[in-house]
Structures are given as C-alpha cells and as structure tokens.
C-alpha cells in the first residue's frame, strides 16, 4: 500500500472543519486591518531564500527541498512565504504604490525537519507582511492584530513573547560580546551550537539544548541596542500598552531566520508542548535590498495552520454544530425530494438524499447515523397535498409542515 509521505499528512474529517472555520475567520479579521491577499508559485529558485532566509541558518542548511529541473535551475519547495512576498514586491514594482503595503498569504511550505506533534515536513502557514514603512506603530498593529485573532479564535492560555535584536548598526558588537561570553563554555555546546558559534551565535540563545544557566549569564541584546533601536522598541512597547496587548519581554527570543532587524516576537501556547509557537514574525528592514530592491522597511507575521487547529481542537473552541437535513422518500418521488432538497441547499443549509431507498425507517436509521438534524419524510399522501413530515430528530418529534413553510420552519443555516 502507497502511504503519505513521512511528515506529510491529509487533512480531514474534523480537523479539515476547524482548518477552513479559522481560516474564515484570518481572513475577516487581516480584511478588517486593510489586507490584500498575494498567491505565490510554491516553487521559487533556491537563491531566493539563500539570501533572504540566509545561508547559516537551519531552514537553508538542512531543511530545503531543493531539486534541479530539466533545464538545469535550482529549484526549491518554498520554506516558508515571506521571501516570496519581498521577491514579488520588488519584481512588481510596489514601492510605486502608495505605502505601506499590507499584503496577507495563506499556502503550504515545506521544510525537511524531524517530524513531531506540532512539525512536519509540509505544513500550511497563513501569514501578513507590511512593506514601506518604518514606524513602530506598524509593530505594535501587527502584533495587536496576532492577539485579535487569537482572541477572536477563543484560544486561552496564550503567551506574546516580544524581543528586539537590534539592527546591523549594534548587533555585530553584541554577537562579538556574545561569542567572548560563550568562549569558555565552547566544548559543553550541542554540535549545531558549536557551528552557530561561528555562524550566527544569537541562535545559540533559543536552542532548547543548551543549559537555561548559560544562557541566563549571556550577556543581553537589549544592552547593546543602538539609540535608534532603542527608541523603536520602546515605542513599540508603549503603543502596545496603549492597546492594552499584553506581552513579556524575553531576551532569548531570536527566531531562525536571518533577515530579522528591532522587533521579534512569537505567540505561544501552553498546549503545544515543545514546539510552543503558534505563530511567530517581526520586522525585516534589509530584506528587500537583499533580493535588490531599494531601501524598504518591512515586518509581519506567519501562523502554523495545523498548530493552530491542534490548540483550537484540544480548547474545544469552534464546536459549533451544523445542521443537516436528510430526505427519506418513498420510491417513485425522487422529484420532490431533488426540489425539497434544492430548496433547502438555497437557504444554505447542508441537504443528505437518501441513495439507498428501501422503507422509510430504514432510511430513518441511516439519517441518525449521519448525525441529522432533522429528517424530512415524503410519502405518497404528503407529495399529493405538498406537505412533508418533519422529524427534529433530537427532541423525536414529527410535525406536518407545507413544503413551503419547511425553510423558515428550519430555519436557515445560522438560525
Ligand atoms: P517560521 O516561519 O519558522 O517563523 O514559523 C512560523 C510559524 O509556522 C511557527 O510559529 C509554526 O506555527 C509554523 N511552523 C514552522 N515550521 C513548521 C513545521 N515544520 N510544521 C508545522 N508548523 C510549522
């Protein structure tokens, strides 16, 4: 038997429900904040994210897909969704729009990880991106909007972990007092902290290896911020205390992606264990010069889909019951029961005809196996007086009700 491949999954049955149940509702809210959806190709070539997600990090050193296709290019599963986003904008020519520009994604990446709850090889991600503008308002709304939605999901027990790491004017003399910090304890590194050493040190801060009293003796980036960065964060901060979001502040919080400048942050929830963030972004301001577009400040977020349906589905928040309305008939009045049918499907309720025919009870039986709301029964008296009898099958009772009063006797989907 041909299986899915190992850390891919299908998505169905309940999870599936949940999956486009909160996407509705991601894409009402980013609507609200005047986002615009952007579908990029899923392949993009791997240079992309060489230089954008950059070339020590995990994501590019072990983690991508990459292949080369008949006509020789490096081709590559995109990792993840903002390196399409920036390449989009700067191949398009957005900067001569007004700004900023807020664009919001939803597709899936692709990263060769270990799998385990929480992480797998091709997973979805809906995110937002705010390109052109530098001010820590957009920050703080950008991070307001992550708490919206999570609020707005029902999702309890959340944490914003918020962090800056500085910009290429003051991180360089961090990670140079980062690395004369670690210098002695160099041998009791895991083997991917001792190449993130040379690498990209900050890193060493969020590996979950490393004993938490090192890390509490490094020194701390919010030390080394330089005047400029200073004042974004604190802004940053303050406009989110205006907002009433609240966050903690933690130094160790870097993310694995290069491209990251000031503001960092991840929302996290207690019911993911090790794999915690549900969502995490923060601002970009090379990244676009990077890929060779001029100067143009950027930041956003991008949320795990299949984490998100895990904390939503243990919470037991979007319980919310559909109502279905299954036909019995009797043999010979498959009309009435398409135009009955038809009826119902346009006041938006979900309709089940009975396929299998046979005695009405019987067709009882397969509807409560379907978890029917209601059963409508047609028999040969009811087709003649255009009636139908109307079984809510929780409470077990039947009533008489003429075909055309069967709608608003229902009531719509929502009713
Ligand atoms: P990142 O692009 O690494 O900043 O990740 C953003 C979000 O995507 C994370 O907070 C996770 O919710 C989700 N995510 C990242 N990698 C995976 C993965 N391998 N499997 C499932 N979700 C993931």
Redesign the pocket.
């Known amino acids: 038997m041909i299986k899915t491949i190992k850390g891919c999954k299908d998505i169905y049955g309940e999870d599936v429900e949940v999956f486009r149940r909160t996407e509705e509702v991601l894409r009402k809210t980013v609507h609200e904040y005047g986002f615009k959806e952007i579908i990029p190709p899923v392949i993009e070539y791997s240079d992309l994210f060489r230089r954008s997600v950059g070339e020590g990090t995990d994501i590019v050193e072990k983690e991508m897909y990459t292949f080369t296709d008949k006509g020789g290019r490096s081709i590559t599963l995109r990792p993840?969704m903002t390196a399409s986003v920036a390449r989009a904008y700067v191949e398009h020519h957005f900067e001569t729009l007004p700004s900023p520009i807020k664009l919001f994604y939803i597709g899936p990446c692709f990263?060769y990880?270990k799998p385990q709850k929480?992480?797998?090889r091709e997973?979805y991600?809906f995110g937002v991106e705010v390109l052109g503008d530098e001010s820590p308002l957009l920050d703080a709304e950008v991070i307001s909007l992550a708490y919206v939605i999570a609020e707005r999901l029902g999702l309890k027990k959340l944490k914003v972990r918020l962090n800056s790491i500085g910009c290429k004017n003051c991180r360089p003399q961090y990670k140079k007092a980062l690395q004369e910090a670690l210098k002695p304890h160099y041998d009791e590194l895991c083997d991917d902290c001792k190449r993130r050493f040379y690498t990209n040190p900050l890193r060493i801060l969020d590996c979950k290896k490393e004993k938490e009293e090192l890390k509490k003796s490094l020194p701390k980036i919010t030390d080394y911020l330089c005047d400029e960065c200073k004042e974004h964060f604190e802004k940053v901060k303050s406009y989110l205390d205006m907002m009433g979001i609240p966050y903690e502040l933690d130094n160790t919080l870097v993310?694995?992606?290069d491209y990251y400048t000031k503001t960092v942050f991840?929302v996290v929830s207690e019911h993911l264990g090790a794999q915690n963030?549900?969502?995490?972004g923060g601002r970009y301001d090379y990244l676009i010069e990077e890929l060779g577009g001029r100067h143009t400040p950027g930041l956003g977020f991008?949320?795990?889909m299949?984490?998100l349906v895990e904390v939503l589905k243990a919470e037991k928040t979007v319980s919310k019951e559909e109502k279905i309305v299954y036909i019995a008939y009797r043999e010979g009045l498959e009309k009435n029961a398409f135009s009955v049918a038809s009826k119902l499907r346009n006041a938006g309720l979900t309709v089940l005809i009975d396929s299998k025919g046979g005695a009405i009870g019987k067709q009882m039986k397969r509807a409560s196996k379907k978890n029917a709301t209601y059963t409508v029964i047609i028999g040969e008296e009811e087709a003649e007086k255009g009636v139908v009898q109307l079984k809510d099958m929780k409470k077990k009772e039947q009533v008489e009700v003429s075909e055309s009063n069967l709608v608003s006797t229902i009531g719509g989907k929502d009713a």
């Open positions: 993840e990263r990880e929480g992480r797998y997973f991600q993310r694995g992606l991840e963030a549900l969502l995490g991008a949320i795990g299949e984490r």
